[in-house]
């Protein structure tokens, strides 16, 4: 049978879907490495991508302005359920020490709320931010990308408590995990969505029918397993939005 002819949108929307994909499977596959500038084992990252990132200037220099999460919206599917963040998560975590980085990258810092240069709090729609980036190469890329459009998603490092979470099950049956109490760690502008295997650790906490949901018969006491399941899930994820599973 002859082959299916891409145009150029259609070719261009699938080299950035498989780009998308090796960097998640990458991740998941990367298991228990460690590097340098990872975050700390059970850290969770999610991303929001939020019209509202802009970046103001004045006569003390260029301010970074937008939200780093949003309240009471179901987040897209992550690993087989959806996640809710709601109002009051952050409230205990936001008189710590919290970082903005680049990309999550610990050597790449653009602020701080004990320096005084990151400033976060809680509104009706979410935990927003003010970020008054360093006059250093990282600090003027970070304005550049942003004012350009580049870069547009805002994403956060976080760990959740005891009992910081609630399962429940949305209207279509899916999971869905209520956050109650985040501790915040640190925010990143973005290029991409941060989708690392910290699902398997999630899946470990979660309630039992909520792990029998997810996993479908995967012994959730072995990582491998559970990262073939979560990759085998991706891939077919992106067979399905590009419409090559028929």
Same mark, same amino acid.
């Given at each position: 049978?002859?082959? $299916?002819?891409?145009?150029?949108?259609?070719?261009?929307?699938?080299?950035?879907?498989?780009?998308?994909?090796?960097? +998640?499977? *990458?991740?998941?596959?990367?298991?228990?490495?460690?590097?340098?500038?990872?975050?700390? @084992?059970?850290?969770?990252?999610? /991303?929001?991508?939020?019209?509202?990132?802009?970046?103001?200037?004045?006569?003390?220099?260029?301010?970074? %302005?937008?939200?780093?999460?949003?309240?009471?919206? !179901?987040? +897209?599917?992550?690993?087989?359920? !959806?996640?809710?963040?709601? @109002?009051?998560?952050?409230?205990?975590?936001?008189?710590?020490?919290? !970082?903005?980085?680049?990309?999550?990258?610990?050597?790449?810092?653009?602020?701080?709320? =004990?320096?005084? /240069?990151?400033?976060?709090?809680?509104?009706?729609?979410?935990?927003? #931010?003010?970020?008054? @980036?360093?006059?250093?190469?990282?600090? !003027?890329?970070?304005?550049?990308?942003?004012? =350009?459009?580049? %870069?547009?998603?805002?994403? #956060?490092?976080?760990?959740?408590? /005891?009992?910081?979470?609630?399962? *429940?099950?949305?209207?279509?049956?899916?999971?869905?995990?209520?956050?109650?109490?985040?501790?915040?760690?640190? %925010?990143?502008?973005? /290029?991409?969505?941060?989708?690392?295997?910290? &699902?398997?650790?999630?899946?470990?906490?979660? @309630?039992?029918? %909520?792990?029998?949901?997810? *996993?479908?018969?995967?012994?959730?006491?072995?990582?491998?397993?559970?990262?073939?399941?979560? &990759?085998?899930?991706? $891939?077919?994820?992106?067979?399905?939005?590009?419409?090559?599973?028929?």
């Amino acid at each position: 049978m002859a082959g $299916r002819i891409l145009s150029a949108k259609n070719e261009t929307k699938l080299r950035n879907a498989v780009e998308a994909l090796s960097d +998640v499977l *990458a991740q998941l596959e990367k298991g228990d490495e460690t590097e340098t500038n990872e975050a700390a @084992p059970g850290m969770e990252h999610r /991303t929001f991508g939020i019209n509202s990132l802009e970046v103001r200037r004045g006569e003390s220099g260029p301010t970074i %302005v937008g939200y780093a999460a949003v309240f009471n919206s !179901r987040s +897209v599917m992550l690993y087989g359920y !959806r996640e809710m963040i709601l @109002p009051g998560a952050f409230a205990d975590s936001l008189m710590g020490d919290i !970082r903005a980085l680049w990309q999550h990258d610990s050597s790449q810092v653009l602020g701080r709320t =004990r320096a005084g /240069t990151l400033r976060l709090w809680e509104d009706a729609q979410g935990l927003a #931010f003010e970020l008054q @980036p360093p006059d250093t190469q990282t600090g !003027r890329d970070a304005v550049t990308l942003i004012e =350009r459009g580049d %870069v547009d998603q805002m994403s #956060f490092g976080f760990n959740v408590p /005891t009992g910081g979470d609630e399962w *429940a099950e949305d209207d279509d049956g899916i999971p869905l995990r209520l956050l109650k109490r985040a501790s915040l760690v640190e %925010v990143s502008p973005v /290029t991409f969505p941060a989708y690392e295997a910290t &699902a398997v650790s999630i899946l470990r906490t979660a @309630p039992e029918w %909520v792990q029998r949901a997810l *996993a479908h018969g995967v012994d959730h006491t072995h990582p491998d397993e559970l990262r073939a399941r979560l &990759a085998q899930a991706y $891939r077919q994820r992106y067979i399905t939005i590009l419409g090559l599973g028929d």
